[in-house]
């Protein structure tokens, strides 16, 4: 039997696949939906949304989605540009006056106050790249970097209480130390897409929460995802988990605890989203059809041809991000770029995704990819902290291969 260009016998294998890691206790669940030509091809729910609790993974389930919201804040940012309200090339000075006047290590290792003026100033395109000079990467301010992950974020990934800033004494903190490297010429993380939360509130004069769900939320009909987590909805919250120490899941985030049923001090733009797969498969599915979906335009094809760019230098796809490798073994960006926002696919390795093909992982484990040669977006939803790092599971991976192995056409 075949559907949307796949046998649908093999892409059961994919359910399969999934209910293994469920039967050996390496995630507590998991739901996936698979779009191809514009037509469902696959969905499923399997395992436990609460394991502890019995509840059952439904295809409803809610998760924090952490930096599958990055992809979410850049078509936003992008939306300010085609309106002509930002533009990529300029610097960021008078809406990010925190940004301006910057220093420079001298050495990335050497002491801090070793510095000289910035060569030029920050611009949007160097924030959209995560290049601009501050971020999460091997250096002396990283663990000052980490501190500023807001809350409920930090919480949940174990960083620890995160101390309470709204977003001006936010900006502030980051505007504080020097810049570890020039803008422009290291990819460090994170940090940029919460500062192009910050701009999108200060250009709009709308909150994060209002202005994604105006431009983005209710257009896309994405009625299940936000900053918040209604009260009404509590029940379909799931479970986040984290490795234990002696084998098996431990709970990093309970949904009767959770710190996302308040509205956030600071709304992370790096990772503070709740969704749900079908949610987020249809913002997938708008970037697959380049800007536009069911009759809905929210970006011009050349902007979503801008946000899938890779725009590292060949230096650059040198340079390691932490100790990350791809699932072949090789240094993270051999085979892959750095768009706005998303990662793109410049090698095909082994079963999987297209040279072109784009996505963006969360640190709870949910992953996506859009691919254009293909005509697919697929969505994977779990919560475990750290499932998408290679060198912890596979599950990405056996993801990717069980969708394109399935396809006949």
Not at 124 to 150: I, K, Y
Not at 302 to 330: I, N, R
């Amino acid at each position: 039997m075949e559907k949307a260009g796949f046998s649908l016998l093999r892409l059961n294998r994919l359910g399969s696949a999934l209910k293994g890691y469920v039967d050996r206790g390496e995630i507590a669940g998991a739901v996936t939906v698979v779009h191809r030509h514009g037509e469902e091809a696959y969905a499923e729910a399997v395992g436990w949304q609460d394991k502890e609790a019995g509840v059952p993974m439904k295809r409803d389930t809610l998760f924090r989605i952490m930096s599958m919201t990055k992809p979410v804040t850049t078509a936003a940012v992008l939306m300010l540009v085609e309106e002509g309200r930002i533009r990529l090339h300029d610097p960021v000075d008078s809406w990010l006056p925190e940004l301006a006047n910057r220093v420079v290590l001298r050495d990335p290792d050497g002491p801090l106050n070793d510095v000289y003026p910035a060569p030029r100033p920050i611009t949007l395109h160097d924030l959209l790249t995560s290049r601009f000079g501050l971020g999460w990467g091997v250096h002396p301010l990283q663990s000052a970097m980490m501190a500023l992950l807001p809350a409920p974020l930090a919480q949940t990934l174990g960083i620890g209480q995160s101390e309470p800033l709204d977003p001006d004494a936010w900006m502030k903190r980051v505007g504080e130390p020097p810049l570890v490297y020039e803008p422009g010429t290291r990819f460090l993380y994170h940090i940029a897409h919460e500062i192009l939360g910050v701009l999108i509130t200060r250009v709009t004069g709308q909150s994060l929460e209002a202005f994604f769900r105006e431009r983005i939320f209710e257009p896309l009909k994405m009625a299940d995802t936000g900053f918040v987590l209604p009260p009404e909805k509590r029940s379909r919250l799931s479970t986040a988990y984290e490795p234990g120490t002696g084998g098996g899941l431990k709970i990093a985030d309970d949904p009767r605890t959770t710190g996302w049923t308040q509205a956030p001090l600071f709304p992370s733009g790096g990772g503070g989203l709740l969704s749900t797969a079908d949610d987020y498969q249809r913002f997938g599915r708008m970037l697959l059809g380049q800007g536009e979906l069911d009759g809905v335009r929210l970006l011009s094809r050349k902007s979503v041809e801008a946000m899938t760019t890779d725009y590292l230098t060949p230096e650059q796809h040198t340079q390691p991000f932490f100790d990350e490798t791809d699932f072949d073994g090789t240094p993270v960006w051999t085979n892959k770029g750095y768009g706005y926002g998303v990662s793109v696919r410049i090698r095909q390795i082994g079963i999987g995704p297209s040279v072109g093909s784009f996505f963006w992982p969360g640190a709870l484990g949910s992953t996506w990819i859009a691919d254009p040669k293909e005509k697919l977006m697929a969505t994977l939803m779990i919560q475990l902290n750290g499932a998408q790092l290679p060198n912890n599971s596979k599950i990405a991976l056996d993801f990717w291969t069980m969708m394109y192995q399935a396809m006949i056409d």
